[in-house]
């Protein structure tokens, strides 16, 4: 197509369709390439789709690698990965200026992607940059104080292994969650948080540059307007960074109806909003929002899943030696017999777990909350006896259901 007598001149059109399919065979090099011809202006200049591929596939390649490295080459890992945020970098420093010089548009998706590749690194200072990310880009208020200048403080080993495994799954934003989210088994080890990751010492090829700050935006710049990717983003980067409320903060910033923002979550959205509250140990608002979801408009979306409620009830488990938690508990489990057609049963063991630790406090509690259990028991008697549609009962439910028979007659 670029030879002078081919009829069909290359456009911006052509160039994306050809970065998406080295994109997807993840071949860098032959992208590369192609991105190295576009002109700076004009027709043909990159665009915001254009930088969007680039950032998601630096980004797939990386989490490929690190599949390939597995899991105890934490050093590579780290330097592979500060590697590609410096990519990232060094393309938001063109980007920036087209932006506010009028010449490229700036859109949710290439926020986001630029976001989701800041998460890719394994600093504290890397997280602080997608807030003021958004904040640039979006116009949207830093809920969190901003960081002073980097310190300069070097990696340790246990930092930087503890914070690869933690951002394996979720980090990238391309592999669903499939871990259980129970009090035994969660994405983030939340009992265990400590500090953030410390920022390393930088040299020159890992400077961080000010190509994030908040400026001032032109007149007749558009900005990107936000949505339910931007407030999964939020969220994940204040959980990284222990900074709780700052979550809460933008959740209800952004969720306001009467704000200028009004977005309305999606259920992930929700689950990550659950995870804020399960590390805050918050089972009352966790039982509110749970109720939300089962009221109004939100009950006709079927947001509520059986991962919606192990979120819940393991945030309840990390809040029970509260009092009142058996108050916030026992709403919840009544919504998921009516949500569910059939109760989870790691959602009921977890509850067995909140009324096993209230017994010691006030034995009637837990009388209480055995009786909310029969009808737990009788539907998961009915699904292992019949099914459902399918009719099909897998012997792993079997097999958790009856353990958890053992431990309930155990009690």
């Given at each position: ?12 059109i ?15 090099d ?51 990965r ?12 063109e980007?920036?200026p ?13 926020v986001?992607?630029m ?7 394994s ?95 032109p ?15 939020l ?16 959740w ?11 977005i ?5 959205n ?57 108050e ?75 353990g ?8």
């Amino acid at each position: 197509m670029f030879a002078e007598n081919c009829p069909v001149k290359p456009n911006i059109i052509h160039t994306n369709a050809a970065l998406k399919t080295c994109a997807l065979s993840r071949d860098m090099d032959a992208l590369w390439g192609i991105a190295a011809k576009l002109p700076s202006k004009g027709m043909g200049a990159p665009n915001n789709l254009t930088y969007t591929t680039i950032l998601n596939a630096i980004r797939t390649v990386a989490w490929h690698n690190d599949k390939v490295l597995g899991e105890e080459a934490w050093e590579e890992k780290s330097q592979r990965r500060q590697r590609a945020v410096m990519q990232g970098r060094q393309m938001w420093e063109e980007i920036v200026p087209r932006w506010r010089a009028g010449d490229l548009w700036i859109d949710e998706e290439l926020v986001c992607a630029m976001g989701r590749l800041l998460l890719l690194g394994s600093t504290q200072q890397d997280y602080e940059d997608i807030l003021t990310l958004v904040e640039q880009v979006m116009s949207i208020p830093r809920q969190k104080r901003p960081l002073p200048e980097p310190r300069g403080d070097a990696f340790s080993k246990e930092q930087t292994a503890d914070t690869l495994k933690a951002a394996d799954a979720e980090n990238f934003g391309i592999q669903e969650d499939t871990q259980d989210d129970s009090s035994v088994q969660m994405e983030m080890n939340e009992d265990d948080l400590g500090p953030p990751p410390s920022t390393p010492a930088l040299n020159r090829n890992t400077a961080v540059t000010d190509v994030f700050r908040s400026q001032p935006i032109p007149p007749r710049i558009s900005v990107a307007r936000p949505g339910r990717n931007t407030l999964s983003l939020l969220l994940d980067t204040c959980v990284r960074l222990r900074a709780i409320p700052s979550a809460q903060a933008y959740w209800g910033l952004l969720t306001d109806h009467a704000g200028p923002y009004d977005i309305v979550p999606d259920s992930e959205n929700y689950h990550m909003y659950l995870r804020v509250l399960r590390v805050q140990r918050s089972s009352k608002a966790a039982a509110g929002l749970i109720t939300d979801m089962y009221s109004g408009e939100l009950k006709a979306m079927n947001m509520l899943q059986p991962k919606t409620f192990r979120i819940a009830f393991s945030a309840f488990v990390r809040d029970k030696m509260n009092p009142r938690v058996m108050e916030y508990t026992t709403p919840v489990l009544r919504i998921m017999y009516k949500a569910l057609p059939e109760p989870d049963i790691k959602a009921l063991d977890m509850f067995l777990q909140v009324a096993v630790a209230r017994v010691r406090t006030d034995f009637r509690i837990t009388l209480a909350a055995l009786r909310e259990l029969q009808t737990g028991t009788r539907l998961l008697r009915n699904y292992i006896t019949y099914g459902y549609e399918d009719g099909v009962v897998t012997d792993e439910v079997k097999s958790e259901a009856a353990g958890f028979a053992k431990r309930l007659i155990g009690v």
